[in-house]
T-cell receptor
Framework: AQSVTQPDIHITVSEGASLELRCNYS??????LFWYVQSPGQGLQLLLK??????LVQGIKGFEAEFKRSQSSFNLRKPSVHWSDAAEYFC?????????????FGTGTRLTIIP | KAGVTQTPRYLIKTRGQQVTLSCSPI?????VSWYQQTPGQGLQFLFE???????NKGNFPGRFSGRQFSNSRSEMNVSTLELGDSALYLC???????????FGSGTRLTVV
């Protein structure tokens, strides 16, 4: 069975500082990997996804993530955070076969930005 | 283009009642998935419909059911509500179940 671990429940960073959110996955084959962001009272917005190819993936809002198969990780990074980045971030894994596109989510990391 | 629309946004029900939630996907999208989000269990997959057929189902009791209509709109139903069913229910649509999901803002269900 597939699973996702986000070890950090809550992270606080200063505005303008760099950010890295950790994500480790467990899956028997090559996974499809995703990062979503959720603002309070809202649904999920896709930041970026990895299916195959280049292991460094660029997303929206200046985010990027790197797939490391040897470490079963897919960490999210941003070089300089903005106050508007405060939200909850979810890493997710999906099966790489058509007709079985359900996502398994991690428990999320809440990001707080201080001025 | 219009996003995924979920109605109602908020709902309060009493234990033992049943509830129906609605999801209108993005025009042209044929796959609709439902997720439950709670503080304790996080985001959990309920089921996915594709061209009016349930294609995948999560690990939820039979009280949770859904359907999809020919225009791809979907409804989910929860019967005999329990306090633990209080959650944010999210709907997501994609063109062909290709993980190109767009999520709606959700329906917040409170069971009292």
């Amino acid at each position: 069975a597939q699973s996702v671990t986000q070890p950090d429940i809550h992270i606080t960073v200063s505005e303008g500082a760099s950010l890295e959110l950790r994500c480790n996955y467990s899956y028997g084959a090559t996974p499809y990997l995703f990062w979503y962001v959720q603002s309070p009272g809202q649904g999920l917005q896709l930041l970026l996804k990895y299916f195959s190819g280049d292991t460094l993936v660029q997303g929206i809002k200046g985010f990027e993530a790197e797939f490391k198969r040897s470490q079963s990780s897919f960490n999210l990074r941003k070089p300089s955070v903005h106050w508007s980045d405060a939200a909850e971030y979810f890493c997710a894994v999906g099966a790489a076969n058509f007709g079985n596109e359900k996502l398994t989510f991690g428990t999320g990391t809440r990001l707080t930005i201080i001025p | 283009k219009a996003g995924v629309t979920q109605t109602p946004r908020y709902l309060i029900k009493t234990r033992g009642q049943q509830v129906t939630l609605s999801c209108s996907p993005i025009s042209g999208h044929r796959s609709v998935s439902w997720y439950q989000q709670t503080p304790g269990q996080g985001l959990q997959f309920l089921f996915e419909y594709f061209s009016e057929t349930q294609r995948n189902k999560g690990n939820f009791p039979g009280r949770f059911s859904g359907r999809q209509f020919s225009n791809s709109r979907s409804e989910m139903n929860v019967s005999t509500l329990e306090l633990g069913d209080s959650a944010l229910y999210l709907c997501a649509s994609s063109f062909e179940g290709d993980y190109g999901y767009t999520f709606g803002s959700g329906t917040r269900l409170t069971v009292v």
